[in-house]
């Protein structure tokens, strides 16, 4: 008999803002998962940026960085950079708990709308950012350089949009 996971408890996870400190587990997560990766100098020139936000889900107990996000600001619009969640942390619904908290804190910022780019092949993060209101709105074909793989465009559109009467 298969043990059904369970959902991750903010009692056992702390959602907080990245720290420097954190910045070798987030690296070392970040060039596991990514080809792609985001390089040191890059996270600590941005760690200090207004429009930027950083987050990391930490276990409370350890202190290990169980996952991470950014976001970035730009007028009305929030663009999710970055979403990782470590393997052994995994189906337990902090991807999901770590999107909610950035589009919040986007929110805060003054974003309506958020975007984001997720690799087409990438069968756990396509259907949590579709149940979190994502729909794909484009393909960028080739985006990733080191398999050449398509990016999907998705978009989640604040209330704006649904108000629109088609009036001239």
């Not at 708990?97 to 958020?114: I, P, Q, T």
Request: no cysteine; charged share 35%; net charge negative.
């Amino acid at each position: 008999m298969q043990q059904r996971k369970t959902e991750m408890s903010e009692e056992k996870i702390i959602i907080r803002e990245m720290e420097k400190t954190d910045l070798p587990q987030v690296l070392a997560m970040e060039k596991e998962y990514f080809p792609e990766a985001w390089s040191e100098s890059i996270y600590v020139d941005a760690l200090d940026l207004p429009y930027y936000t950083f987050l990391v889900a930490a276990d409370r107990e350890s202190g290990k960085i169980a996952g991470y996000g950014t976001l970035m600001n730009v007028a009305d619009e929030g663009d999710i950079m970055n979403l990782a969640v470590r393997k052994d942390f995994r189906r337990h619904g902090l991807g999901e708990l770590l999107l909610r908290r950035l589009m919040e804190r986007g929110k805060e910022k003054g974003a309506v709308d958020f975007s984001l780019e997720v690799r087409s092949s990438n069968e756990a993060a396509v259907p949590l950012y579709r149940k979190m209101g994502f729909a794909v709105e484009g393909v960028r074909r080739g985006y990733y350089e080191s398999t050449g793989e398509d990016a999907l465009i998705m978009w989640k559109r604040g209330p704006h949009m649904k108000q629109e009467t088609g009036r001239n």
